[in-house]
T-cell receptor, first 111, second 113 residues
Framework: AQSVTQLDSHVSVSEGTPVLLRCNYS??????LFWYVQHPNKGLQLLLK??????LVKGINGFEAEFKKSETSFHLTKPSAHMSDAAEYFC??????????FGSGTKLNVK | EAQVTQNPRYLITVTGKKLTVTCSQN?????MSWYRQDPGLGLRQIYY???????DKGDVPEGYKVSRKEKRNFPLILESPSPNQTSLYFC????????????FGQGTRLTVV
């Protein structure tokens, strides 16, 4: 069975400092992994995805994530936070094409 | 422009009054699904469809119905809404293959009083 754990429900950083949003997953097979962002009153936008190619994945707006199979982690990072990054972020796992498993979300506050 | 369109965006209704939330995609995706989003729970899948006339239950299907008569449309039907169905609903679509990302609609905020 699959599950996704986002280790922090809220993260607060100062503008210009690094961002780290943590995600651990469990999966029986080789998963596809995604990060989505949701700005207030908006839909979900894909930030980046991992599908068994390079383990370091670059996404939009300067975000990147590293797939670590040994740690079953897919943490999202950004070197320097911007005020516009304030949003809720979801880590998502998919083993097959018919279901996406969502973490409970991490709200990022940028001061 | 590639998009998933949901309507309405906001809806307030009364308990027991049947309603339909429409979802349409213009990307020729085989796979479509509905999710509900509740605080602290992330998104949970209600129903999904792998193609026309093929639908199946997700994790929280009780109180909902769907149909897939055309590839582009996947309406969500609440035959007798109850207050515990007050939530934010998202429709999503994707190509039916491993690794394909999901594209989401803008969401429908439903309040049942």
């Amino acid at each position: 069975a699959q599950s996704v754990t986002q280790l922090d429900s809220h993260v607060s950083v100062s503008e210009g400092t690094p961002v780290l949003l943590r995600c651990n997953y469990s999966s029986s097979y080789s998963p596809s992994l995604f990060w989505y962002v949701q700005h207030p009153n908006k839909g979900l936008q894909l930030l980046l995805k991992y599908t068994s190619a390079a383990t370091l994945v670059k996404g939009i707006n300067g975000f990147e994530a590293e797939f670590k199979k040994s740690e079953t982690s897919f943490h999202l990072t950004k070197p320097s936070a911007h005020m516009s990054d304030a949003a809720e972020y979801f880590c998502v796992v998919s083993e097959n094409f018919n279901k996406f498993y969502f973490g409970s979300g991490t709200k990022l506050n940028v001061k | 422009e590639a998009q998933v369109t949901q309507n309405p965006r906001y809806l307030i209704t009364v308990t027991g009054k049947k309603l339909t939330v429409t979802c349409s995609q213009n990307m020729n995706h085989e796979y479509m699904s509905w999710y509900r989003q509740d605080p602290g729970l992330g998104l949970r899948q209600i129903y999904y469809s792998m193609n026309v006339e093929v639908t199946d239950k997700g994790d929280v299907p009780e109180g909902y119905k769907v149909s897939r008569k055309e590839k582009r449309n996947f309406p969500l039907i609440l035959e007798s809404p109850s207050p515990n169905q007050t939530s934010l609903y998202f429709c999503a679509s994707s190509f039916g293959r491993a690794g394909a990302e999901a594209f989401f609609g803008q969401g429908t905020r439903l309040t049942v009083v």
